[in-house]
């Protein structure tokens, strides 16, 4: 099924257009074959060009490579997630199991803007997990407990703190960690396509439409040609369920995220002229905030199940309403059509949180399922999953598979009302963060 996303991504429409985009319109043959070119694919794809240098390689994207959730997340490169449950040693164990993870991630993204020299307005400025409740000063007590024993340098800030930093007095309660970072996705995704090795073939707009594996080769179908490979690495993420990979261990949930225009010079002082920054919801269907680098507002409030595939400007529009109110929440003086862009999106999630890091069988292998942190672990299990597809063994591959594996989810009907009724259940909690 062709997936259809809007066009009004401030992070995607920053940069140049690009030119020389092929589709596939023949029948190919390869060694090695991945679907989907976001960071695991593109990451993937790289990785398997320095391996083998004189091997077919081809990268296929559904849409325009990496302009799906790569390009359409908030830019936070994590390095702790707070609404993950851990308390007991045991939980405590498996935190630092995610949260190793999330270093190696972030290390991942930091040799490749190293080595290719990227600006992608790379910010070590940590992030905020904010609430304006007074009570969930708590919730933030005990994750900072959790955080001490770890030993990830942090701090609590109280509605003052906040206001000087923030820009806002919406704020009264905040956890600052200093190992996150803050960067613009879409430049960083750009330069993982412009860096792919000459023997990596990218064809965009290219949906597959069906897959099987016969004797010791896998053969995709499309719409103008088919691919028949030795090996293949699905990359897709979001769309992981909806091409039968991991179908009962994954499920998508469509995010919408709006972005000013940059403040006026003016507009910027009222807010007190704050560094860039990035704020994370304390209780899970709250607001994710960034003021950017160049003096924008990004704010995402939505999360449902939704049809992946496509939404329409109308249901855009509605909850762009949404995001309107929660800015106007949060800088009152800031005038009503401030708002100059609005997106949908797609993440992946399981049911414990946990990310898909698999070999099916020996000509087929998966990564993806990042609930929201594919920034840095999507590049990490990108290059990871193509080592492991090469039969070779990491250091990094030995901790991303100790960590504790997806649980199974019911069939639909049943998991989709499930979500939904979750949803709504923590929509209702959060109404006052949202």
């Keep these: 099924m062709q997936i259809v996303n809007d066009d009004k991504c401030s992070w995607i429409n920053d940069l140049n257009t690009r030119s020389n985009i092929k589709n596939l319109e023949k029948n190919e043959y390869c060694e090695w074959l991945i679907i989907g070119a976001g960071y695991t694919g593109l990451s993937a794809a790289r990785k398997l060009g320095q391996l083998y240098p004189n091997q077919k390689i081809l990268l296929v994207d559904a849409q325009l490579a990496g302009e799906g959730a790569s390009s359409r997340n908030s ?28 270093r190696l991630g ?27 409740k007074q009570e969930d000063k708590k919730i933030l007590e005990n994750f900072s407990d959790t955080l001490s024993k770890l030993g990830f340098e942090h701090n609590l800030l109280s509605n003052k703190e906040l206001k000087k930093k923030l820009g806002t007095n919406f704020y009264n309660t905040a956890l600052h960690t200093k190992g996150g970072i803050l960067l613009h ?89 704050p560094k860039e920054w990035g704020v994370l919801p304390v209780r899970p269907m709250g607001a994710t905030i960034r003021m950017t680098k160049d003096r924008r507002i990004l704010i995402r409030n939505t999360a449902e199940v939704y049809n992946p595939y496509q939404m329409s400007k109308s249901e855009l529009y509605k909850r762009s309403l949404k995001q309107r109110l929660g800015i106007k929440k949060r800088f009152p003086q800031l005038p009503d059509d401030i708002i100059q862009s609005s997106w949908s999106g797609i993440v992946s999630r399981t049911r414990n949180s946990s990310q898909i890091f698999e070999k099916i069988n020996d000509n087929i292998y998966v990564a993806g399922c990042y609930n929201g942190s594919g920034i840095g672990v999507g590049t990490l299990f990108g290059e990871q999953i193509a080592i492991k597809a090469s039969n070779e063994n990491t250091k990094e591959i030995e901790t991303i598979e100790a960590r504790i594996k997806p649980t199974w989810l019911p069939p639909d009907p049943f998991l989709s009302l499930g979500v939904k009724a979750r949803l709504i259940y923590e929509r209702f909690r959060a109404s006052s963060e949202i």
């Design 75 to 102: 830019g936070y490169l994590v390095d702790t997630t707070l609404n993950d449950g851990f308390t007991s040693n045991k939980e405590l164990d498996n935190y630092k199991k995610k949260a190793d993870i999330y």
């Design 106 to 132: 972030i290390d991942s993204v930091k040799r490749f803007i190293k080595e290719y020299q990227v600006d992608c307005d790379w910010n070590e400025c940590g992030k905020y997990f904010a609430s304006s």
């Design 185 to 273: 996705p879409g430049k960083l995704v750009r330069a993982m396509i412009d860096t792919l090795p000459d023997n990596v073939c990218l064809y965009e707009n290219s949906s597959l439409l069906s897959w099987k594996k016969v004797n010791n080769k896998v053969i995709c179908n499309f719409k103008n040609g088919s691919i028949k490979t030795k090996k293949i690495i699905f990359a897709t993420n979001g769309f992981l369920k909806s091409i039968g990979i991991k179908s009962n261990y994954n499920f998508p949930i469509t995010l919408t995220a709006s972005m000013t225009r940059s403040l006026s010079y003016k507009e910027f002082v009222s807010l007190g002229e």
